[in-house]
Each structure stands twice: as C-alpha cells, then as structure tokens.
C-alpha cells in the first residue's frame, strides 16, 4: 500500500498550473485504494481490489470555465488536462456571476487517517467476515454483507496559492443475517478497524432477525413510527439533496426557502452539518479548497441557514462554507454530506410511542429498502 | 480499435504459471464529452476520460481481483499478487470451488457503426442544436429550462487464460431536455428524459430532433398546470413505450439477474421473486407479455460484441407469452444454477470494477395491432407519458409509480390532461392486466443502472411498444 503524502501529489499539480494558458486554474485530485469483500450464504463470493485516480482540472478564461478529468498524475498528462480545460472555458459561456478560485486559507489537521487501517489486506477482511459468519452458523442462520477498506487521499493547488493535502481511511462491515422467518441488519463504520467489531454486529443482526417472525400485511393507514437510525439517515440524506443546499434555496426547492427564523418542523428537531467532528468521514477541506466550516441547518425546528459552495455564496453574497462537492456526483450550490441530528434518547423516543400507542397503531422502521451508508 | 495488447497477454499468462485455473486480463479507456445549456446559456463544457487494467483469477476455488491505473512493471506485477492474495482469503470461507460454464474461446473485434463520429462534432454546432431546443422550452410559466448533448467512446481489450483475445469499441451519444413550470396556486409540472441514449454516432442526436420534443414538453408542462386531477378508481392505462422501458428495466430485467437468485446481492440490491422452480410455470404476466433479453439489437446500450466474460452476444427469452423461461447469467452463475449459457450478461462499468450480472437489452416484444388499434379500444381511460418518482421492493415485486404527464383517452382518443396520477401493483398482477401491446416498438437507453459495491453504474437497453393495462387501480394526490 503506497501512501504518496503530501509533497509527492501538490508538486505535479503545482508544476503543471505553471503552464496553465488561463487567467485561473485549479487542479484536484482524488486518489482512491479501494478493498471489497462481498460474501453471501457464509461464503466471500467477491474479492477486490483497485487503486485509482481522479484528478480534475478546472480553468478559467475571462469569467468562462472548463471543466476536464483524467485519471494520471504523471506531468505530460497533468499539463495535457490542463490545456483541455483551457479549451472547454474558450467554447463555454462567460459566468458572470463567478466566484474566483479560493484564496489560501488553513484548513484543519486530518483526522480520519489510521496508518493500521490503511495496511489492512485481504486476509484481515477475510477473518472479520469469518467472525460473523461463525456466529449467524451457531444459530442455524446464514449472512451476507460487506467488508470495505478505503485509503484516500485529496490534494488541491490553484493559481491563488491554495493548497491542501489530506490522507483518510475508512473501515465498514455489513452483515444481513437471513433466517426461515426474516432478516436482521447491523452494520459498523468509522475511520479505523479500531470502530468494527464483527462479534458485536453479527450479535446485532443475529438478534433482529430472530426477533423477525410472526410478520403481519399492515393495512394502508396512520400509524405511530419509530426509524431507527439508519431509516432516519436515509431520509437525511434526501433532505440534504432536497434542501440543504444554496442550490435549492435559489431554485425555491428549499423547504427553508424564505423561511429563516421560522418553525419549520417539530421543535424537538436540531440539524447540522460537521465535517470536522471526529466521529464523522471528512476530508478537512472541500474541492475547491475551502476549509470545511459547522453549518447549522435546523435548531429546535427553526430554519437557520444552508451550506455553500463558492458559487452559491456568491448568489447570496455570503462566504463558502466549504461545502463543494465533487461535480460528478452533486450539482453546483454545495452539498451537505457530514449531516448529524441532534439526539434524545432511544428510550424516549419508544417510551413516546408506547404512550401514543394507546390511541393508535405503531411501527418500527429498523432501515428503508437499499439504505447506502453514510460517505462522505 | 487498439492495437493488440502483449501486456494482457503476459499477465494472464503469469497468472497462469502461478496456478491460476482460470485468468483474465481486461484493459479499458473511456472518454465523455458533455454540453449542457442551462437557460439559454452554455452551461458546462466538460471531457473527462480513463485507463487502467483489471486481473481476475480463479484460484484455490475462489475468484481474486485487483484493478490498477498505474503504469509500469511494478504496479502490475503488483496487481496479480493482489489478486492472488484476494482469492486465497476468499477461498478460506468457501465449501464448493467457483466454476464456469463452458463458453468456446473467442477472437475478433466488434465497433459500433457510426455516420458521424460525436466526439468530432465541432462544439459550436452541439450548442446551436441546444440552444434552438431551450428556444421551444420557454413558455409563459417555465422557470427553469435545460439541455444537453454528451458523447461516449469506451475501448476494450480482453484476454482470458482459456484463449480468448478480443477488442471492443463502443461509442454512444445521448440527448435530453428539461422545463419546470410554476403557477401561482398551482403544483409545480416538469417533463423530462434521461434515457435518450444510443449506441449510435451524432446521427441519433439529429434523429431526436431535439426542438420539437422541447415544444412538447414546454407545451405538456403549461397543460399540466391546469389539469384537472384525475378520478381514482380502477381505469384502463395505455404506456407510452419509454414509460414501459422503465417498467420492463425495473420488474423483469432485475428479478432475472441470476445473481440476485443466488443471493450474491441479498444485502444491496436484492433478490428476487422469480426462482430456479418457476422456470416453465409462474404466470409472470398474461399471453400478449413476452420479453428478450438480447446483446445483438443494432443500436442497443446493452450491445457488445462479448461480454466481460467473453461471452458472444446473444438472446434469449425471459418471458413467454406470460410465462417466467429464463435468467439473465454469467458464466459463473450459469454454472451456479446448472444451465447452459444462454445470454452473456456479466458487465463491469470500467476497469476498476468486478464484471457482475447485468442487464443487456431487455425489451417487451412488440404485438401486432397499431397504436391507434390499441387506443381505439379505450373508451374510458389515461395515457400515461413518461414516469416521474419510483420506488421498488427489493424482490422487483412490489412497485410503485408516478408519472410526469398523462393524457386523458375518450373513445378512443386523446382529450387534454389529467394530474396526480400514480399505481401501485405487485409485478404478476400488473403484466397479468395487459390486453395488448402495439407494433411501434422503439429503443430507449439508460445510463446509470445502479447495482453492485462499489456500485457500478451500466448502459443497458429497453424496447417497448405502446401497451394497455385494464382495470388499474390507480392512487390520485393533489
């Protein structure tokens, strides 16, 4: 496993802006080691391995910019992608509402990187699997999930002298257990191996699915609910994409758009976005280079504001809060992907339902169909 | 095409030498051009392109792979001793040795037929053609207004320890447009595609034509501001076929992905409802349903000449005539499920990725009557356009859908609009309602087939004609 660390992935970037035929140029690289071990019916069924790259240039000609991706930090093709970007921003529309490229700013010290945890191999995964799958075979049941390792590295040089590095890792086991009368799902996930325990997540699951039996057809009605927190995830991870983004509030699609300083849920509701929590996955800084900054979304039901990407801040004449997303997967206006709601207790919250429960039906949501995992 | 690749060749053979029973070796460059309008304005010009390397081993019973973008005799010589690795660790939780069904060695090159190559078409004329669509999508309440045009080439190279050596290049072009409109008082309406895709040259972008599809759907969304709510209660549905490509996508090519059968994704994207003892006699949907999977279709997203197995393009029937006869397979689940090969079906989005169980085109096949015939037979009922949100059971049994645009059918034919409209069915009871299927089968592709982890995103293909449901029972929000 090779770590390239900081000076080895800014240099090329920072060698090939030299040459960039633009009156601003940024180049970003994602690098990625990715390990998956998929299993089913007791049985590793997929097992793999890929080192790739990322790395996107984007330049700016008058207020025009191009945008060109490539996947080889080698300097020829640094400076080739370079100059493919340069001629996407001469055949693009001049922005005039652009932003610039950041200015230099510190951002914060990684803190999702463990050294172990990038070393793992295959036959470590093999054995946090095997762990589970002893277990769900003691009670006559069987498993399957995944076990995935990721080492990632980001680095990002502009033309204003930014610039930033940052080394993560992320660790992540998944065990669906299946016995004659259901399944039950757990799951684990940090930055270290140090955050899985296979025992405690095949315990997890073994238990939901022996608790699944006796299933009833529900009839279409209102019905008192408890989510569970990965159903709770998945719905925040939607109102991210539907709502916590300067996109949404220029396009109106906001549900806090025009709405700040309002109620706009329940009052025992608090949201917000936090990279730099230790007990998220972040890197330190976003794509454009802006260090990641707390962005209160919701605090006791009261709209408080949206992240932003350089773009958006500059729609609402406020400052990035580090939120720009990698363009292949969100759209411009920033992205809000290290989302944590404010907690009561579990028990509350069922005690809650119990006493409604009295003047009306109940449900527990343990997880919606194809929930993905928080990432980052 | 590329030329012949020795470093393919010698990796599959060390592979070999180090007791391999079965070795591959797949290079892969991908290239995307993409413009995209926004308003009238140029939006985004954007390239991006790859290259890397996939080995696969099957060693000591179990497959290993490791997938590189680095160059250079360390990186691949560190690529087989990742995937040796991987296969050793696998092999320690298994009971029974992967196999592979027997599939003859294969040699060649296949290419898309093009008229004119997308990529060479100059920039300036990509953004006219968009910018005379986004002139047809301004209406008096559109808000928001988009086009795009993007260009695909991927080039392929497969070797296999078995004696396969084959090379492949694909390009694709798509197209779509988009409006929003918004009324006072009224709920927002928005017509847009995302599966015009083909395996085709700039050719199919003209053939869209582009404008008078904006002008449609300018002219649906300010129709659909102030339509009427539809009745709910049980009606005739007639789909339009790029509706019923999403159906056929959602309801029969994924629950016929024999992976899903041997649970190999029981705890991502599912499982199933049709298994090995329902072959020959569920009842997937009455007489007039019959649906092909088929890797050969002229012009198809799911079109190769092998599959990532090295499998020959071929088809084969999923249903017929309402009845469940076939699997969607690779080579190992094939084996897996003890039945010859009769479709290649196991894709990886790039090199980086793991071939798994995909779609190729799968297609509703076409019926005899016409489209006015099948419309004449409705005296009460809805044309439904083109789907809007959807949701799925992970059996593909159980699904739910809205739609963008419905027209009303009054004897026969079509009278304005009707809003709010949305089903829900489980798979046999809502192909178990259709009463006939029209002769104007069209190809629609999709882009993203989301499936496997890390999730590979797939072209796949989808024919459909015109059909008619009976007796729907349809759900109606404001």
């Not at chain 1, 025009?64 to 100059?83: H, W």
């Not at chain 2, 007791?19 to 460059?29: L, N, Q, T």
């Amino acid at each position: 496993v090779t770590v390239l660390g900081r000076d080895a992935m800014l240099a090329p970037l920072q060698d090939a802006l030299r040459d960039a035929k633009a009156d601003e140029a940024e180049l970003w690289v994602h690098r990625r080691r990715s390990a998956i071990s998929r299993y089913a019916k007791n049985e590793i069924h997929q097992n793999a391995v890929a080192d790739e790259t990322l790395v996107q240039a984007r330049t700016v000609v008058g207020s025009a910019v191009g945008i060109a991706n490539a996947n080889s930090l080698d300097p020829a093709d640094l400076r080739r992608l370079v100059a493919d970007a340069c001629a996407a921003a001469r055949e693009s529309a001049p922005n005039a509402d652009w932003p610039g490229l950041a200015e230099p700013a510190p951002a914060s010290e990684p803190n999702a990187y463990d050294a172990e945890t990038a070393r793992a191999d295959a036959a470590s995964q093999a054995d946090a699997i095997k762990r589970i799958t002893a277990a769900v075979k003691v009670r006559g049941f069987r498993a399957a999930g995944t076990h995935q390792i990721e080492l990632t590295e980001d680095a990002l040089a502009n033309t204003k002298g930014a610039s930033a590095y940052a080394p993560s890792t992320l660790a992540y086991l998944r065990a669906l257990v299946t016995s004659d009368t259901g399944t039950g799902w757990a799951e684990d996930l940090g930055w270290s191996t140090r955050s899985l325990d296979p025992s405690d997540v095949a315990a997890r699951a073994i238990e939901k699915a022996a608790l699944d039996r006796d299933r009833t057809q529900l009839p279409p009605g209102d019905y008192e609910a408890v989510f569970e927190e990965l159903a709770v995830a998945e719905v925040l991870r939607f109102m991210s994409l539907t709502g916590l983004s300067g996109q949404t509030l220029k396009d109106g699609r906001s549900f806090m758009a025009g709405r700040f300083g309002e109620q706009v849920t329940g009052p025992r509701f608090s949201l917000w976005d936090d990279a730099l929590d230790a007990r998220t996955l972040a890197v330190p800084f976003d794509v454009e280079g802006t260090p990641k900054q707390r962005v209160a979304l919701v605090e006791g039901g009261v709209a408080k504001g949206v992240v932003h990407d350089r773009q958006s801040a500059r729609w609402f004449d406020t400052r990035s809060t580090g939120h720009a997303a990698d363009p292949r997967r969100y759209s411009v206006g920033g992205h809000a992907g290290n989302l944590t709601m404010a907690a009561a207790t579990r028990s509350a919250n069922s005690s809650s339902v119990r006493r409604d429960a009295a003047c009306s039906s109940r449900a527990s949501i343990t997880r919606t169909h194809r929930t993905p995992s928080a990432r980052r | 095409v590329p030329e012949r690749d020795a470093q393919l060749a010698d990796l599959v053979d060390l592979g070999a030498r180090r007791g391999a029973a079965y070795a591959d070796a797949r290079r892969v460059e991908r290239e995307f051009e993409a413009v995209s309008v926004r308003d009238g304005e140029v939006e985004s010009v954007t390239r991006s392109s790859d290259r890397g390397i996939g080995f696969r081993v099957i060693h000591r019973g179990a497959w290993g792979f490791a997938a590189t973008d680095r160059r250079g005799e360390t990186s691949l010589r560190t690529v087989v001793d990742e995937a040796f690795a991987r296969a050793e660790a696998a092999a320690s939780t298994r009971t029974a040795p992967v196999a592979l069904a027997a599939v003859a060695p294969q040699r060649g090159e296949y290419r898309t037929t093009l008229e004119r190559d997308p990529f060479a078409v100059p920039v300036p004329e990509r953004i006219a053609l968009l910018r005379a669509a986004d002139a047809n999508l301004k209406g008096p309440h559109a808000v928001s207004r988009r086009g795009s045009v993007a260009a695909y080439r991927t080039r392929k190279h497969l070797v296999t320890s078995e004696g396969t050596d084959v090379q492949q290049e694909i390009v694709e072009s798509g197209a779509g447009v988009s409006v929003t409109a918004v009324k006072a008082g009224a709920k927002p309406a928005q017509r847009y595609d995302g599966r015009l895709t083909r395996q085709a040259g700039w050719e199919f972008i003209e053939y869209l034509d582009l404008a008078r599809r904006a002008a449609r759907y300018r002219d649906d969304v300010e129709a659909m501001l102030d339509a009427p709510l539809a009745a709910e209660r049980p009606t005739t549905l007639v789909f339009t076929p790029e509706f019923l490509a999403l159906l056929v996508h959602e309801s029969c090519g994924h629950p016929t992905e024999a992976d899903r059968v041997l649970e190999y994704e029981v705890a991502f994207a599912g499982t199933t409802f049709m298994w090995p003892k329902d072959r020959g006699t569920l009842r997937y949907g009455s007489e007039h349903v019959s649906m092909t999977a088929d890797a050969t279709v002229p012009g198809g997203m799911g079109t190769f000449g092998w599959d990532d197995d090295g499998v020959p393009a071929m088809r084969t029937k999923l249903i017929d005539r309402g009845t469940f006869v076939g699997y969607l397979t690779s080579r190992e689940t094939a084996a897996a499920l003890g039945v010859p090969v009769a479709i290649g079906s196991a894709r990886a989005e790039g090199w980086q990725h793991f071939p798994i169980v995909r779609m190729v085109n799968v297609s509703l096949d076409p019926g005899a009557q016409s489209y006015d015939a099948l419309l004449q037979g409705v005296d009460d009922g809805l044309l439904l356009e083109a789907p809007a949100s959807y949701s799925l059971d992970d059996k593909r049994q159980n699904f739910h859908f809205s739609t963008q645009s419905a027209r009303v059918i009054r004897r026969g034919v079509l009278e304005g609009y009707a809003r709010g409209v949305s089903f829900q069915s489980l798979t046999p009871a809502f192909w178990g309602r259709c009463d006939g299927v029209a002769d104007d089968w069209e190809l629609h592709g999709f882009l993203s087939c989301a499936k496997g982890e890390p999730l590979q995103l797939m072209r796949v293909g989808h024919g459909a004609a015109h059909a008619r449901f009976r007796d729907v029972p349809i759900e109606v929000r404001a």
